[in-house]
């Protein structure tokens, strides 16, 4: 029997704001435990939220970027639950009235899995979202061998959850969708988005159902996930693992896994609880918001999105669709090309230069885009010298790696280093003369059909430049000579 998995997502994101969701505590990774707590954030008697309005207009944003509906009016509500990492055994979120619905997040080929990206089941396909809303992160739990510590540093940060449609349909889409996401949040400068610092986290909603089945199967939670790849991996081994059971005839029923990536293997944690056992209900601390005070700073710092600029790029600069992808694909690296193509006149060459031998180069030398020793504007002087005929490309490849090392410019390199290519015709038309003077049998050679004459005479103009005159002139030159 043929089944088809489901797949929903919940993806968790922190805002990127200096203070938390409902107090004044800073929000820093990496601070030392239970420093950045207040009375407000830890949940003591009196103490009471007052709204951070920076987050407000960030979920705004993030609702525009989407092409989310934007509620008129929203209101924060108490989800009532008792774990050790919520300090006020109850958490602020929202419930019936969110801050956005609907919307969508287009994937791209290049948010694939590079080993997915010749084999996509729908290609430009959108996942379509329920709803985005916001509320305040739980402290963070460090399980010991034989005691849990908690740190309250995280309590209170303004997360936003992202509620996709039951509409993914492989790991690998779940892994685009995600990859995605992560970009848009970037490019709007709403979340850094590091799964590692905890600031993107998502846990998965997958079932799987005979294929003559409409219904939905049991929807199976998975948690404890702190990667992309390691989405995708809990995914599939969870659909594998809903198939054979179904195929043995087992029912599968709701529940909550954990994702143990060492082992490979999903595992019980809990039986879902459903809405009704949260107790919701109003926080009576905080009035309802009204979102249309927020609405026009928000539309004014919705940047150009990855798919607007993926486009851009093809039709201003004529890069292909795949170069665009990956110059677009890290917002600062299209900052990058931009910069040093904006004045450039084979913006091509320049895009070339970039995802060869420059991101070769930082990867080499563990640096990013952002600590690139050369400026846009020198790596475009560089590609101008090699397009003029000036140096050539063998000469520019040098040049580049002393550009690298140094940090000086390519005029300053080929100037000290005397190695400016000669690229005047009458000049090099000497070198020619001389040449084929000196070789005449060679020169006879190709006149009777011999190619691979001309390429020696072309060494023999070459070696008596110094290795200074224009290749390609040269050849031209001499053919001409030699046939005319």
Not at 20 to 41: D, H, S, W
Not at 156 to 169: A, H, N
Not at 172 to 201: C, H, N, P, W
Not at 214 to 228: H, R, T
Request: aromatic share 6%; hydrophobic share 40%.
């Amino acid at each position: 029997m043929n089944y088809v998995a489901t797949i929903g997502l919940e993806v968790h994101v922190q805002l990127k704001t200096r203070s938390k969701m409902f107090c004044a505590c800073a929000v820093e990774f990496g601070a030392a435990p239970n420093t950045r707590t207040c009375p407000i954030c830890l949940g003591l008697p009196g103490a009471l939220p007052a709204m951070n309005h920076e987050a407000l207009r960030m979920t705004v944003l993030t609702g525009l970027m989407l092409d989310c509906d934007i509620a008129p009016v929203c209101k924060f509500d108490r989800k009532n639950y008792f774990y050790p990492d919520m300090p006020k055994n109850y958490q602020i979120s929202q419930y019936d009235m969110p801050l956005c619905e609907n919307g969508a997040v287009p994937l791209h080929d290049l948010a694939y899995p590079k080993d997915a990206q010749k084999n996509i089941g729908t290609p430009d396909k959108e996942v379509h979202l329920v709803r985005i809303h916001l509320e305040e992160d739980v402290a963070k739990s460090f399980h010991f061998e034989t005691s849990t510590g908690i740190d309250f540093n995280r309590a209170g940060t303004p997360l936003m959850e992202i509620v996709t449609q039951p509409e993914i349909s492989s790991p690998e889409e779940a892994f685009a969708f995600l990859t995605s996401l992560k970009q848009i949040l970037i490019y709007g400068e709403v979340s850094d988005a590091d799964m590692e610092k905890g600031q993107l986290r998502c846990d998965c909603n997958v079932s799987v159902r005979p294929q003559s089945q409409s219904e939905l199967g049991a929807k199976i939670e998975i948690k404890n996930m702190n990667s992309i790849s390691g989405v995708r991996r809990a995914l599939a081994f969870e659909i594998q693992r809903q198939t054979v059971a179904l195929g043995n005839g087992e029912k599968l029923q709701q529940e909550t896994r954990g994702w143990d990536d060492a082992a490979g293997e999903t595992f019980l944690m809990r039986t879902k609880e459903s809405a009704h056992d949260y107790r919701y209900f109003p926080d009576p601390d905080l009035m309802p918001v009204k979102t249309e005070g927020l609405l026009p700073e928000a539309r004014a710092r919705v940047p150009e999105l990855p798919k607007a600029k993926r486009a851009r790029f093809v039709g201003q600069y004529q890069v292909t669709p795949y170069d665009a992808g990956v110059l677009a694909d890290d917002v600062e690296l299209a900052r990058y090309f931009e910069a040093a193509a904006k004045g450039s006149k084979k913006p091509k060459n320049v895009a070339n230069w970039i995802l060869n031998d420059l991101q070769s180069a930082l990867s080499s030398a563990g640096k990013t885009i952002n600590d690139c020793p050369i400026p846009p504007d020198a790596l475009d002087e560089l590609v101008n010298l090699i397009d003029s005929g000036k140096i050539s490309g063998k000469q520019g490849k040098e040049v580049f790696g002393e550009m690298f090392s140094t940090g000086k410019r390519a005029g300053a390199i080929v100037k000290d280093k005397a190695i400016e290519q000669v690229s005047d015709s009458g000049a090099i038309e000497k070198l020619v003369n001389e040449v084929i003077a000196a070789n005449p049998k060679p020169a006879a050679d190709f006149k009777a059909g011999n190619a691979a004459s001309l390429n020696f005479l072309k060494g023999q103009v070459m070696k008596l430049s110094k290795g200074k005159a224009n290749p390609q002139l040269a050849g031209e030159i001499l053919e001409k000579k030699l046939k005319g």
